[in-house]
């Protein structure tokens, strides 16, 4: 037990030192030499009305907030400024703020290096993200016991792989080259971390590695033929436009960003498949290579229903307000799923869920293969 929560927390330091993580607030972004960002909090409201404001194309009317904040960091701790919070209800910060309430604001000084006023910036959100995390270790550790502080090192492990492979890809390496390696770095030591070093978790390495390499073929294929360019997003047209001197490979990355959606999914349905068949073993040494592949099936059919669910419904929960917006303007399915929005949303969910069927017989029959091998050792 302790030699895993060592190893848990070396897993967190080296993350975070690698990821450069502090516990302070992030450094201040400098929009000019005059201005910077300060954490504070909203002591009280001095102003909070409607302004009517008269533009070309008519009056536009939006609420004004003028705030009493004290800072709460920085060599003017505790000093009180007012602070202008503009709220017109189409910005994702554009937020009512009320007594108590901690936010980041941009402080303007004068020449004199005194602060004139402020504007709100964006609200802090990091202490409720911590709790979550904190609830989310405690509740892993206590339920999980052993397992749990496993679980908890095999997410580190992901969250430093796919930092690497982030880092990698910016530095101009081959993103398909990268995430393919990546994913089978982190399954192995995924694998044996939770399973042990043996031939449960080799069946279910061979499996996640297949399916995930049958996916990203897929995903490739269609891709060229559907001609994906990867800048389906506003994201990634944000970056292409933020990083033209690196050249980055978006097709590569699409093909990445795949890659790493399946294998989650994939890994689970494998280990479950990999766990039932060595468990029926266990308790049943007679059986033959047959018959555990006919369980190992069933037990996979079960899990591909739900799972397949599960993929789907993940890229469309991140999709509603889109799918939304879609059924407000009356397009046609046609107009639809030609655009490269959602037919790349379509070749991810079908790419993934495909390379998790295709897994389901593979583990299946190495894991039943290698199971009837032990016992025939014995």
Known sequence: MKKYIVLLASIIYFALFSLNIQASEPSPIVEDEADEIVPGKVISIIKDEFETLETSGGDYVQKVQVLKVKLTKGEEKGKLIEVYNTIDGIMANSLELKVGDELYCVIVRDEDGNIVKGYVDKIKREKYLLYLIIAFVLLTIIVGGTKGIKTLITLG????GVYYMLNAVIKGQNPVVV???ISIIVTII???????????AISAIIGTMAGVIFAGIISLVIGYYANL???DSSEAQMLLYSTETLNLDFKGILFASILLGTLGAVMDVCMSISSSITELKDNNPIMTVKQLFKSGMNIG???MGTMSNTLILAYAGTSMCMMLLFMVNNMTLVDVVNME?????IVRAMAGTIGLIISIPITAIVASLLAKADYKKM
């Open 190 to 200: 995924t694998m044996f971390i939770i399973a042990g070093f043996n031939r449960k």
């Open 301 to 303: 059919k079960d899990v």
């Open 229 to 231: 360019s990867g800048l």
């Open 157 to 160: 492990i992901t969250i430093v």
């Open 179 to 181: 995430s393919i390696i």
């Open 341 to 345: 929005l959602i037919s790349t949303e």
